[in-house]
């Protein structure tokens, strides 16, 4: 009797527990795909639905190149008391009545969101929903939504102007100012202060001494080839190298590594000649073609500085690892030598091996300085007093945020 008790008993119980039966352990929600299987007391909890966001607004955003929609809003309430709030969705349709469609969220505590897919030209609608959940080991247990009203239409387009950059635009007029005020002033006749560059004072000099000695001048103008801008400074000086030289009558020789160089050089030579009133005196040959490698150039200069002890070596280019190598060869030739780079790690070698060396502007400075053509005297003394100028701007800035008086940095940066 107590065995068939006990048997009645365990049927009753696996009936019980069974499918569809009255005892169950776990719940499953798939009414939404991110939902996943929970504990039964992890259903959707009464009063977790945030207050929807106010005023929202859209507009293009401003001062750039166009596809930005830039949107604005009020937190919701609940972002501020009660923190049902975890984020902000933003939606987009095209047209009134288009599907929205998410295009992007950001965190809780943000007003702001710029869509950066715009299409120019299209009208868009834009809703922003704030969103509350609740996740647990990375996965989403719930999510409620409030979404706001449609706002719109809106489209995006681009700006003629950065007006964020304003100040810059203030800096540039400024240097323009004053470039064109010291151009005119160059022309009326009025003498400008340019300071003495020492290497170029000594042009003059050095060709004289070649022409007393009777030996040749080198010009070596670089490694590097036309598109470089030390290498156009180097060969603009040339010309006024080689019109003193042919005014002295005195043989100039300008050995180059790049076939471009060596056409523009040698026309730069043959116009000096002919500004020396002695075209005829001009020679083809002394502006030849040695060869594009490095080193290759190098010993080559050197064997010829060996050879023909020159007086005189002017070094106006870009140079590299060479420079060392043919400086000191023409130091110990007796030459005297003016060298000019804007080659930041090369200038301590001509420094040390040559008598007067341009140092970075000075370089660039050189047409300027020895031509005295008016408009080059005035585009030189314009961007001087425009850097005299931000250097004193950068000394004022210092001493007053030191003292915590003044922030003058903001006037150099992007204004928002």
């Known amino acids: ?136 080991d990375g996965q989403v247990l719930w999510t409620v939504a409030s979404d706001s009203d449609p706002v719109g239409p809106v489209s995006s387009s681009a700006q003629w102007f950065d007006f964020q950059r304003v100040n810059m635009f203030i800096g540039v007029i400024f240097v323009c100012a004053a470039i064109l005020y010291f151009i005119r002033q160059a022309k009326s006749g009025k003498e400008l202060f340019i300071r003495k560059i020492a290497g170029l004072d000594s042009v003059d000099e050095a060709v004289g ?88 150039y190098a010993a080559a200069i050197d064997g010829m500085i060996v050879r023909e002890k020159p007086a005189t070596i002017f070094y106006m280019g870009a140079f590299f690892a060479e420079s060392l190598i043919m400086a000191e060869t023409g130091n110990a030739s007796g030459a005297i030598q003016i060298a000019g780079t804007a080659m930041p790690s090369q200038l301590p070698f001509f420094v040390a091996a040559c008598d007067y060396t341009l140092i970075g502007e000075e370089l660039f400075a050189a047409s300027a300085y020895l031509s005295r053509e008016p408009k080059l005297l005035g585009s030189l003394k314009g961007q001087d007093v425009s850097k005299g100028v931000i250097l004193v701007a950068i000394i004022i800035g210092v001493i007053l945020e030191s003292f915590n008086i003044f922030q003058l940095s903001n006037w150099f940066s992007v204004i928002e």
């Open 209 to 296: 001494r070649a022409t007393e000695m009777g030996k040749k001048i080198f010009f070596i103008p670089g490694i590097n080839d036309m598109d470089n801008v030390q290498t156009i400074a180097g060969v603009t000086i040339l010309g006024r190298v080689a019109q003193l030289a042919a005014e002295y009558e005195t043989w100039i020789e300008v050995p180059v590594c790049k076939s471009l160089v060596m056409i523009t050089a040698k026309e730069v030579v043959k116009e000096a000649y002919a500004k020396a009133g002695r075209p005829d005196a001009f020679n083809e040959n002394q502006v030849h073609y040695l060869t594009d490698d490095q080193f290759g």
């Open 1 to 136: 009797m107590n065995n068939r008790n006990g048997i009645f008993i365990f049927l009753v119980l696996i009936v019980l527990m069974g499918p569809g039966g009255i005892v169950q352990g776990q719940v499953q929600d798939v009414s939404n795909d991110d939902a996943t299987v929970v504990d039964s007391v992890s259903a959707i909890p009464p009063n977790v639905t945030p207050v929807m966001v106010r005023n929202l607004t859209v507009r293009d955003n401003p001062n750039d190149q166009g596809g930005a929609i830039r949107l604005n809003w009020h937190l919701s309430v609940d972002d501020y008391d009660g923190g049902k709030v975890t984020a902000y969705r933003i939606l987009r349709s095209i047209g009134a009545d288009g599907e929205f469609e998410e295009v992007g969220d950001v965190p809780a505590g943000n007003d702001q969101f710029t869509d950066n897919n715009a299409e120019d030209g299209t009208d868009y609608y834009y809703r922003v929903a704030a969103i509350n959940s609740l996740k647990q």
